[in-house]
């Protein structure tokens, strides 16, 4: 079929929309072309669609279907694996208008809201009835539930309380015929059919575009915040005393590793008085209350120092521990000021977290890059951030030889390539080599069942497979 102009296809979908709804000047369709992956690859969408509504939805899928184009949902474009990229004769669709909090019942315990709305959003919204939504990744300022459910976010606080998955209990679909599909539940508990949401949940909009989510909820209150921030010499020891916690057997709220080249240019931007000489930072956080609180933190603090901790502090969450953990929210913006980052997202098993750290190091020598780091210590899931300098394409052609030897590590090590931002298009050779032609089968099956036509995001979230293989 002949590729349909964008001028011609902006002007069907604008009569058929309305012209409120349709972006297709070229600065609009460049500025929608990609998330936050600048090193995955991308093309200039035919047009860009702004949903205000279900039926907003259908009708753009239906018109691609027609028009034999593609879909590639959009949420914020936070995303950092290329997920929400453009490619070639497509549509971008975006949910980002989609912001309304439609229920929150505070008896069951479960909010339902739009795929726009933003996480923090949710977050202040549902704790006015005195309820919590804990998966806060961290992007929650600005990223949408939408986006979280399509690439089953995490975040800090999931080492104790899980991740996105965790918390969607039932969501609306738009599916690629246009037809809509209203799963899972309201209940505490349910097991009818196939667990359809959960398929969804991680599916990065390859199977159909979500419009709203059902999310359970926690109580607020019944928890007390107490932090323990350890100063380290090396990303080793560090290591080390991540591997000490769990062995403990202790689970904290929240166990995040920042190294200092995160902390200065944090710094840097910011100028909150961060501890510049410190080589690691990990932040450790228990919410049980009293007694019980204290004796954990005192007990994280034991094995700080024993793993080589050069200053352990234990205190009630004050001004300093949110100035530390909001450095930890704002490390990958910061290192972005110094030149394009190549962000990986391994997740190894929690006692593979020192030797991990340690083969981060020697990828980062071998290869002449600069890697800074920050984690999810507490679940294994560590974020190597490796800087470019802009320009420096010798630095770049390194930097991807780095990417690839961390991978391999960490597969070798138990690990997955992905722990929360899903495999979009950086993580393709990744997920080949972790899953192996049989399970690329399965997932080719599925796609094929729910999508024949290849309408949604194609070439996300799983590879090919291997030619001869099948």
């Known amino acids: ?6 001028r011609d296809l902006a002007q069907n979908l604008t009569t058929l929309l309305g012209q409120s709804r349709v972006l297709s000047d070229e600065l609009a369709r460049q500025r929608y072309s990609h998330d936050d992956a600048e090193w995955a690859p991308y093309e200039l969408p035919l047009a860009v669609v702004l949903a205000r509504d279900i039926d907003d939805v259908v009708a753009t899928v239906r018109f691609a279907v027609r028009a034999g184009v593609r879909v590639v949902p959009r949420g914020a474009g936070s995303g950092l694996s290329g997920g929400a990229n453009s490619i070639a004769n497509c549509i971008v669709l975006s949910m980002e208008m989609m912001t309304n909090v439609t229920e929150v019942n505070v008896e069951e315990r479960y909010a339902v809201v739009e795929a726009g709305v933003i996480n923090d959003d949710l977050r202040k919204y549902v704790a006015q009835s005195g309820l919590w939504y804990p998966p806060d990744p961290a992007s929650s300022a600005i990223s949408t539930i939408g986006g979280n459910a399509a690439t089953n976010a995490g975040g800090i606080c999931c080492v104790k309380y899980g991740v996105t998955r965790d918390y969607v209990i039932g969501m609306t679909v738009v599916l690629a015929d246009g037809s809509i599909a209203r799963l899972g539940r309201h209940t505490a508990k349910g097991s009818t059919g196939y667990d359809l949401t959960g398929l969804m949940v991680g599916s990065e909009g390859t199977l159909g575009i979500i419009v709203d989510v059902t999310v359970k909820l926690l109580p607020l209150s019944g928890r007390e915040e107490r ?3 350890g100063y380290f010499p090396s990303l080793t ?25 995160c902390l200065r240019a944090v710094d840097d931007w910011q100028g909150l008085g961060l501890p510049r ?4 930072l990990l932040l450790a956080q228990v919410d049980e209350v009293g007694d019980r609180g204290r ?8 094995h700080f120092r024993e793993s080589g901790g050069m200053k352990v502090d234990v205190a009630e969450s004050n001004a300093e521990v949110h100035t530390l953990f909001l450095a930890r929210r704002l490390a990958y913006p910061a290192l972005e000021r110094l030149g394009p980052v190549l962000t990986e997202d391994i997740c190894v098993p929690r006692s593979a977290v020192p ?6 190091q020697i990828a980062a020598a071998e290869n002449s890059v600069v890697i800074a780091n920050i984690a999810h210590a507490g679940d294994g899931n560590l974020h190597p951030l490796i800087v ?3 320009g420096d394409y010798g630095a770049k052609a390194r930097a991807k030889l780095a990417f690839d030897q961390i991978v391999a590590d960490c597969l070798s090590l138990g690990g997955t390539v992905t722990g929360e931002h899903g495999v979009g298009l950086l993580k393709l050779p990744g997920c080949a080599a972790e899953l192996g032609p049989i399970v690329i089968g399965m997932h080719r099956a599925i796609k094929d069942s729910l999508d024949p036509l290849g309408v949604l995001n194609p070439g996300k979230a799983f590879p090919l497979l291997p030619e001869g293989k099948a």
Do not use: F
Request: hydrophobic share 55%.
């Open 1 to 6: 079929m002949k590729k349909p102009s964008s």
């Open 227 to 229: 932090a323990v921030v």
């Open 237 to 261: 020891a560090a290591g080390d005393a991540v591997a000490a916690v769990t062995r403990s057997g202790i689970v904290p709220s929240a166990l995040e590793l920042v190294d200092g080249v």
């Open 277 to 280: 000489e410190a080589n690691t």
């Open 295 to 302: 004796e954990l933190a005192a007990s994280i603090a034991s």
């Open 355 to 360: 030797e991990m750290l340690a083969r981060i």
């Open 388 to 390: 470019a300098p802009d």
